[in-house]
Each structure stands twice: as structure tokens, then as C-alpha cells.
């Protein structure tokens, strides 16, 4: 009974602080591609391993997570949580990066991208997110080359796709804001899945690959039943010539975010910072 006292108290406070940072809508009216009105999202009952699980989108939002001024990078990254595009692990594979993150300079905008099972709405929600702070980069602080997205699981199955049908017009334009390119600068993909729907398992038909497409950084591991998407996303950039760097651990599973105790949570996120200051040191 203490126990589940004990988690109930956790999520409550996990809660309450993902619900303090600002949050901006992305559409104004109708959203587009949704036939349900707009509501908050739903959180499920379903509280294992300490996961905030939301559901049932149809107001897609970002929440802004901002590093001190002082340790500023200019540099902002979509994330966009995993969950099997049916509901979005929004602690595990959200708010928490996205701490971790503003603590290395980088300035954070949590997508709830919607769910369940609407993945082309979901392509319509991060390429208005990248507009909108793409036309907000003076009141965040960051420089337009340097903004990027990246995704757990199913989320970065929606980052890889961001990142290389940036040309595909999802949505008929709003307003001025889409007139701006949602081609993000970068994209990193921690266990991703989904982009291997091709024949034998080859890359997802719809994502292809040119020159064009932005610099990626991937991490899987091989006991990841997910972990072929990685595989195949890393050879497509290689083909075209796109800077890629692949890391795939023995061991690690999925879902695992950067919460300590697995060896792959502990080793990616340095992992991706290196690479991401690498990047930046170059524009």
C-alpha cells in the first residue's frame, strides 16, 4: 500500500511539472485531417514503470522547455515521443530528455503529436511545429539553421519522416507561418521503429533518401526487436551521401529512455550531444 502511495505521489508530481511549462497550439481553427473537437489529451490508466501515457490528441501542442540564459546554444529540438503511434510515453521519452537536454543549452519543445493511429495527421503536426518555431526563433533564442527533431520508437519513426518529406505539402497553408520551411536541420532517432516496412524488410517505401535530406544521428541495439530500422536508415543515408552516424549496442531492449540502469540509456545521450555540438561548432 506505502508502495503505490509512493508511485501515485510520483506521477502526481510529474505530472504538475510537465504541466507548468508553456504550452502552444499549433492550429488556430480547425485542425486539420481531425474530426473529433479539440480537448486536452487523455491520460490512460496505465501507470507501469512510472510512464505518463497520453492519448486521444486531437489539439496537438508543443510544451517549451527552456536552458538558462546564461548556457544558451541557439540551437532547439523537437521531440516527439514514442508509443506505437497509439499513445505518446510522454515522461519517459519526453519532458525527461527534455530536462536533461536544457541542461546542455539546448532549447526543447515537446510535441504531442496526434494519436491513436494517425500518422498522417501526425506528418501534419510536426511539419506546422518546425514552421512555428522556425517564425519564433528571435523569442526562443535560437538561430534558424540550427533547429531539429528528434524521436523515440514510433517518434522517431514521425522524426525520419519529418526529416526527409520535408517537400510533401501535408496540409493545405494557414496562414504566413507556412510559407517557412519545415525541413529540420537535424535529426536523431533513438530506437526508432516502423522504417523498414519495404519489401524483406527494406526501407519504408515512402521515405526517400537524397542529398537534400538532413544530417542523422541513430542509436539502436541489437537485441532490439525494432532494431532493423536503424540498420536500413543508416545504409539508405550512407547510399545518398547524407552524414550519418549509426550506434548499435549488444544489449539495451526497447522503451528504455534515458532513465539509469539500462547500458543504453546511459550511453546515448552523451553520445548524442557529441554529435550534436559537433554539428552546431560547424554552422
Known sequence: MIKLNILILLIFVQLCSFGQQPKVYLWPGNVPGEIESKHEPVTTPDHSRDVIRLTDVTNPAFRVYKPIHENNLGTGIIIC????????????????IAEWFTKQGITVFVLEYRVPKKQKQALMDIQRAIRIIRNDTIKYGLKGNRIGVMGFS?????????????????YLP?????????????????????????????????LIVNISTPPMFIFATAD?????????????????????????????????????????????PEMAKKWLLNLIDGN
Open 154 to 170: 514510433a517518434g522517431g519513426s514521425l522524426s525520419a519522416r519529418a526529416a526527409i518529406l520535408y517537400s510533401k505539402r501535408s
Open 174 to 206: 494557414l496562414d504566413q507561418i507556412d510559407s517557412l520551411s519545415c525541413r529540420p536541420n537535424f535529426a536523431m532517432l533513438i530506437y526508432p521503429a516502423y522504417l523498414d516496412q519495404g519489401v524483406e524488410r527494406a526501407l519504408t517505401p515512402e
Open 81 to 96: 515521443p514514442g508509443g506505437g503511434y497509439s499513445i505518446l510515453a510522454y515522461n519517459l521519452e519526453g519532458s525527461e
Open 224 to 268: 532490439d526487436g525494432y532494431s532493423n530500422s536503424a540498420l536500413v536508415m543508416a545504409t539508405a543515408l550512407r547510399d545518398a551521401k547524407v552524414p550519418v552516424e549509426l550506434h548499435l549496442m549488444a544489449v539495451g531492449g526497447h522503451g528504455y529512455g534515458l532513465r539509469s540502469g539500462n547500458p543504453a540509456a546511459e550511453k546515448w
